[in-house]
């Protein structure tokens, strides 16, 4: 029997289907493409950003990869390693954990880049553009194999830009009382003896 995958016509129709699994999906030209789990590397990056995030706001603006952000151009969702929403979008969320352009788009998006040429474009270029175009006011792109963080604060249409590197301390726009060293951050990878 051959199997028929289902070519969606509208995010509407997307969002409705339910194919009895677990799978994350993003929606691209109508079809989706599976969304592969995370590696250890980026999970406990993102672990320990949750970490430092919960102990500033309340934990269920906290959300890790799993959270779906609906963006415009292709594909049409994207799935950040980390996300901080905005208080009134908790209550938008408990039935599923989607956030949908008409709902303004989240306080700060952290994704962390992956090894390869098309995941790093996919995180500068890609999702920097599509973040931009829904407003969202920061976007931070934690870079294990440069060993920077990038955090970009939306100016206007476009996001300035700040890097920082090891012996440097990240410091958020969104939560000035978040100080972090990028050695701390990038470390947080690392096996402990």
């Known amino acids: 029997m051959v199997q028929v995958k289902p070519r969606f016509h ?9 194919d009895g699994t677990e799978n994350l999906y993003e929606l691209f030209n109508g079809e989706l493409i599976t969304v592969p789990p995370e590696s250890g590397t980026n999970t406990a990056i993102a672990v320990f950003l949750l970490v430092q995030f919960v102990a500033l706001v ?5 959300r890790p ?4 952000l609906e963006v415009r151009g292709e594909p049409k969702n994207r799935y950040p390693d980390l996300t901080i929403i905005r208080e009134s979008q908790i209550r938008l969320l408990t039935q599923r954990n989607t956030i949908r352009l008409a709902m303004g788009p989240p ?7 992956s090894p390869g040429d098309l995941q790093r474009d996919r995180d500068y270029i890609a999702k920097r553009q599509q973040y931009e175009a829904i407003g969202v006011p920061e976007y931070w792109i934690v870079d294990p194999q440069k060993r920077t963080v990038l955090i970009l604060e939306l100016s206007k249409s476009s996001h300035t830009t700040n890097t920082f590197a090891d012996g440097d301390d990240v410091r ?8 972090i060293p990028v050695a701390d951050l990038l470390g947080a990878n ?3 003896g």
Do not use: M, N
């Open 10 to 18: 509208s995010f509407e129709d997307y969002l409705a289907y339910d």
């Open 65 to 68: 990869h799993g959270l779906e």
């Open 172 to 179: 958020s726009p969104q939560f000035p009382d978040l100080v």
């Open 58 to 62: 309340d934990y269920r603006r906290v």
């Open 190 to 192: 690392a096996t402990q």
């Open 107 to 113: 306080v700060l998006v952290v994704e962390v880049v």
